[in-house]
T-cell receptor, first 114, second 112 residues
Framework: KQEVTQIPAALSVPEGENLVLNCSFT??????LQWFRQDPGKGLTSLLL?????REQTSGRLNASLDKSSGRSTLYIAASQPGDSATYLC?????????????FGTGTRLAVRP | KAGVTQTPRYLIKTRGQQVTLSCSPI?????VSWYQQTPGQGLQFLFE???????NKGNFPGRFSGRQFSNSRSEMNVSTLELGDSALYLC???FGQGKGYTFGSGTRLTVV
C-alpha cells in the first residue's frame, strides 16, 4: 500500500527566505507526482506536475524535483512571500491495473512572516 | 476556460438524511475523481469514473456511491448520513491516466 509522508508538518519563516518542503513515498510504481497548494477552507490548486520520467519541473519561484528510485520529491520555494502562506500537499498517481487515483501526504503548513 | 465546478458549496444535513453532490469537470476531461478531506484523516480517495464507468474505488462503506453521465458530469451520493461524514468533498478531473488533476473548490458538508 502506497504511503506518502511530508516533512516538516509545519514551517514558519520570515519573508524572503528560500525553503524546501519534502515528500517521500513508498512505492515507486507511479505515473507522476503533483504538488498542490491549499488555502484554508478552499480547494486544491495545482502547482507542479512531474512525470515519472522527469527529474524536475519549474514554475516561477517554484522548483520541484523527483527521485523516483529513492521515493523522494522536494519543492523549493525561492524568496518566500506572505502570500505563499498555505498548506502544501504532494500526491502520487499510482499505476493500477485499472483506473487512477492520487495518494496524498498529510501536508506541510507554511507561514511566511512579513 | 472554466475550471472544475462543484455544487453546492455548502450543505447542512441531519443525521440519517441523504445528500447528492455535483461536479462538472473541465471540458474534454473524461476522468472524474472524488476525495474526502477531514482534519483527522486528511485527503482520502473515494472513487474514480471514466466514460461513465467506475474504474477505481476507495475504502469507504456502501453508503457512498457515485455516477458519471455521458457529458462527464458526476454526482456522488451519501445515504444515511452520520456525524463523521462531515467533511470537505473535493472533485477532480483529468484527461486520463497519469495526466495530472485539476480540483474544484469543494463542497463543505456538515452533518448535525
Amino acid at each position: 500500500k502506497q504511503e506518502v509522508t511530508q516533512i516538516p508538518a509545519a514551517l514558519s519563516v520570515p519573508e524572503g527566505e528560500n525553503l524546501v518542503l519534502n515528500c517521500s513515498f513508498t512505492d515507486s510504481a507511479i505515473y507522476n507526482l503533483q504538488w498542490f497548494r491549499q488555502d484554508p477552507g478552499k480547494g486544491l490548486t495545482s502547482l507542479l506536475l512531474i512525470q515519472s520520467s522527469q527529474r524536475e519541473q519549474t514554475s516561477g519561484r517554484l522548483n520541484a524535483s523527483l527521485d523516483k528510485s529513492s521515493g523522494r520529491s522536494t519543492l523549493y520555494i525561492a524568496a518566500s512571500q506572505p502570500g505563499d502562506s498555505a498548506t502544501y500537499l504532494c500526491a502520487v498517481s499510482e499505476k493500477k491495473s485499472s483506473g487512477d487515483k492520487l495518494t496524498f501526504g498529510t501536508g506541510t503548513r507554511l507561514a511566511v512572516r512579513p | 476556460k472554466a475550471g472544475v465546478t462543484q455544487t453546492p458549496r455548502y450543505l447542512i444535513k441531519t443525521r440519517g438524511q441523504q445528500v447528492t453532490l455535483s461536479c462538472s469537470p473541465i471540458s474534454g476531461h473524461r476522468s472524474v475523481s472524488w476525495y474526502q478531506q477531514t482534519p483527522g484523516q486528511g485527503l482520502q480517495f473515494l472513487f474514480e469514473y471514466f466514460s461513465e464507468t467506475q474504474r477505481n474505488k476507495g475504502n469507504f462503506p456502501g453508503r457512498f456511491s457515485g455516477r458519471q453521465f455521458s457529458n462527464s458530469r458526476s454526482e456522488m451520493n451519501v445515504s444515511t448520513l452520520e456525524l463523521g461524514d462531515s467533511a470537505l468533498y473535493l472533485c477532480a478531473s483529468s484527461f486520463g491516466q497519469g495526466k495530472g488533476y485539476t480540483f474544484g473548490s469543494g463542497t463543505r458538508l456538515t452533518v448535525v
